[in-house]
């Protein structure tokens, strides 16, 4: 069956390291995966995505690899701040015109 | 710019009564979406619209109609509440490919059926 699995207990990071969300899927073939984030009480919010043809995307402090092979994404938060805390969320294609989303990981950063 | 709006944002229903949740966005966007998401669940899509007029199933879409008979607007019904639709809704906007600037959610609606 079709899978797509974030790590679904909460990750805490002491601030200023950096923090490492894994998605992985099993089943799809996705022509690109996106990463979202969500506080609470609120929408997710688009932050990147990444094409199958692309190993890496990088924005500011953000940075997302993208393993076809490995069927695998992880999502890189460097110089973490307590203002990253938040519910990350990964949504891969899948098929025309859809996406599917994880459950997503919370993420915790402590001064 | 507003981005998408949903209204209401808190509701108690009893069950067996109806209701229509709305959705509006002003970005011009295509493609609409309903999802609801409950913890430990994430966001499982009830149904979508790719453009007005036009509207499909998604992979939870019993117990919920929809309509899109303007661009901007996406509709979804509960026609007989049911405590298992408690939940909280979000609807997306996206263009047509979904790949530019991913899809842009609303605050979304908090529904309570008891």
């Known amino acids: 069956s079709q899978k797509i699995e974030q790590n679904s207990e909460a990750l805490n990071i002491q601030e200023g390291k950096t923090a490492t969300l894994t998605c992985n899927y099993t089943?799809?073939?996705?022509?690109?995966l996106q990463w979202y984030r969500q506080d609470p009480g609120r929408g997710p919010v688009f932050l990147l995505l990444?094409?199958?043809?692309?190993k890496e995307k990088r924005k500011e402090r953000l940075k997302v690899t993208f393993d076809t092979t490995l069927k695998q994404s992880l999502f890189h938060i460097t110089a973490s701040q307590p203002a990253d805390s938040a519910t990350y969320l990964c949504?891969?294609?899948?098929?025309?015109?859809?996406?599917?989303f994880g459950s997503g990981t919370r993420l915790s950063i402590r001064p | 710019n507003a981005g998408v709006t949903q209204t209401p944002k808190f509701r108690v229903l009893k069950t067996g009564q109806s209701m229509t949740l709305l959705c509006a966005q002003d970005?011009?966007?295509?493609?609409m979406y309903w999802y609801r998401q409950d913890p430990g669940m994430g966001l499982r899509l009830i149904h979508y619209?790719?453009?007005?007029?036009?509207?499909a199933k998604g992979e939870v879409p019993d117990g919920y109609n929809v309509s899109r008979l303007k661009k901007q607007n996406f509709l979804l019904g509960l026609e007989s509440a049911a405590p298992s639709q408690t939940s909280v809704y979000f609807c997306?906007?996206?263009?047509?490919?979904?790949?530019?600037?991913?899809?842009?959610f609303g605050s979304g609606t908090r529904l309570t059926v008891v």
């Open positions: 997306a906007s996206s263009d047509s490919t979904g790949t530019i600037s991913g899809y842009t």
């Open positions: 089943n799809y073939s996705p022509a690109y």
């Open positions: 990444i094409r199958e043809n692309e």
């Open positions: 949504a891969l294609e899948s098929s025309a015109s859809k996406i599917i």
């Open positions: 970005m011009n966007h295509e493609y």
């Open positions: 619209s790719v453009g007005e007029g036009t509207t």
